[in-house]
T-cell receptor, first 108, second 114 residues
Framework: RKEVEQDPGPFNVPEGATVAFNCTYS??????FFWYRQDCRKEPKLLMS???SGNEDGRFTAQLNRASQYISLLIRDSKLSDSATYLC?????????FGDGTTLTVKP | EAGVAQSPRYKIIEKRQSVAFWCNPI?????LYWYQQILGQGPKLLIQ????????DSQLPKDRFSAERLKGVDSTLKIQPAKLEDSAVYLC????????????FGPGTRLTVT
């Protein structure tokens, strides 16, 4: 079993749709969580950190459920420019593990 | 502020040849990471340095891969000899430290082993 698991998708949604991604992690000692975005043939870039109380950045909302060991990313009002692969990261004790990513395609 | 620099951007070699990649992290970043990303997968950590010391190299295939970070700044990753399954993008990243800091990635080196 992988330390960080994501539904690979692809998720194909129309513009304006709301889409949610989930990610589960197996290491209960994980303390830090992030979502990175990776465009095709580009490097990953931080989208947002995930805090215990949940956090929102514009159309993006991230939540953490420690009891069930999963984090989620919600994208509202999807834009064409949101098309990318979203990588979930769980970290602790100075080590970070990336999931394999969920691919989102937003269509006109 | 300059980002993470990597070279070369692309490399094609034959199996059993050797290859080296170079990375220059963001100035002041103590932690440097080398990742291997195979198509369709997430980045897999190969080695992590804190200044010039190794923090984690548990997933580095040490029979063929080596890495160093002399003087705690730039770093090189070497593969010798290369295998077909080494074809991947090699990403270098840096961060302020080993805590829950954002990692900044370089553009990567796309390696094709034929």
């Amino acid at each position: 079993r992988k330390e960080v698991e994501q539904d690979p998708g692809p998720f194909n949604v129309p513009e304006g749709a709301t889409v949610a991604f989930n990610c589960t992690y197996s290491n209960s000692a994980s303390q830090s969580f992030f979502w990175y975005r990776q465009d095709c043939r580009k490097e990953p870039k931080l989208l947002m950190s995930v805090y215990s109380s949940g956090n929102e950045d514009g159309r993006f909302t991230a939540q953490l459920n420690r009891a069930s060991q999963y984090i989620s990313l919600l994208i509202r009002d999807s834009k064409l420019s949101d098309s990318a692969t979203y990588l979930c990261v769980a970290g602790g004790a100075g080590k970070s593990t990336f999931g394999d990513g969920t691919t989102l395609t937003v269509k006109p | 502020e300059a980002g993470v620099a990597q070279s070369p951007r692309y490399k094609i070699i034959e199996k059993r040849q050797s290859v080296a990649f170079w990375c220059n992290p963001i100035s002041g970043h103590a932690t440097l990471y080398w990742y291997q990303q195979i198509l369709g997968q997430g980045p897999k950590l190969l080695i992590q340095f804190q200044n010039n010391g190794v923090v984690d190299d548990s997933q580095l295939p040490k029979d063929r891969f080596s890495a160093e970070r002399l003087k705690g700044v730039d770093s090189t990753l070497k593969i010798q000899p290369a295998k077909l399954e080494d074809s991947a993008v090699y990403l270098c990243a840096s961060s302020l430290g080993t805590g829950p800091y954002e990692q900044y990635f370089g553009p990567g080196t796309r390696l094709t082993v034929t």
